[in-house]
């Protein structure tokens, strides 16, 4: 029955290898999103946005609210690698 199945959804092959590609790269992109070192980057490119007076007090608090819940997330998930590269 394996073969038969795999035989008949052979023309369907590109449709199943596209959709696993888009999840490696979803899996990619969730994995930097959450990464412990990129949020601590974000956090301090905010920070100099705010002493450079580019946002307001308010726009800070908002962002870095983001920020530490993606933070918390990521450490309670144990996501990303913590060094802000992607794993090989």
């Known amino acids: 029955m394996g073969l038969i199945s795999e035989v008949l959804l052979l023309p369907f092959a590109p449709v199943r290898g596209g959709a696993w590609a888009i999840r490696q790269v979803l899996q990619e992109a969730e994995r930097i999103y959450y ?3 990129t949020i601590r980057a974000e956090l301090a490119r905010l920070e100099e946005q705010l ?14 609210d983001g ?22």
């Open 67 to 88: 920020l530490l819940d993606r933070l918390e997330t990521a450490t309670r998930t144990g996501a990303g690698t913590g060094d802000g590269t992607a794993r090989q």
């Open 51 to 64: 002493e450079a007076g580019e946002i307001t007090e308010e726009e800070f608090d908002r962002l870095e």
């Open 35 to 37: 990464d412990p070192a």
